[in-house]
């Protein structure tokens, strides 16, 4: 079973950029793609980016543009680089590898997340 830890979140008011970092222990990491989720209070829990074992890329419409996911296989972590963060990305910020093409099926148990609030 792969164990998930996500940090760096953090309070930063809108406008301010943030990076997400989450490690996977064990060795299966690289061969699997990894995607970061949110959940804001009161809603589900919402794939916002994805990056498969080879790199490829794919973000969700609300973030598009601001938010970049990258990999790092030789560290078993997955990054999330979080620009011009707006109020209504404050949410608990997770990683895990999507199973289905929206993410709601994963391969492994939940971390704790990491919490971006992002307030003036």
């Known amino acids: 079973q792969v164990q998930l830890v996500e940090s760096w979140g953090g309070l930063v008011q809108p406008g301010e950029s943030l990076r997400l970092a989450c490690v996977a222990s064990g060795n299966a990491f690289t061969f699997y793609t990894m995607g970061w989720f949110r959940q804001a209070p009161g809603l589900q829990r919402d794939l916002v980016a994805r990056?498969?074992?080879?790199?490829?890329?794919n973000y969700a419409d609300s973030v598009k543009g601001r938010f970049t996911i990258s990999r790092d296989n030789a560290k078993n972590t997955v990054y999330l680089q979080m620009n011009s963060l707006k109020p209504e990305d404050t949410a608990v910020y997770y990683c895990n590898s999507p199973i289905d093409g929206l993410g709601r099926f994963v391969q492994w148990d939940w971390g704790q997340g990491t919490q971006v609030t992002v307030s003036s």
């Open positions: 990056i498969t074992f080879g790199g490829s890329t």
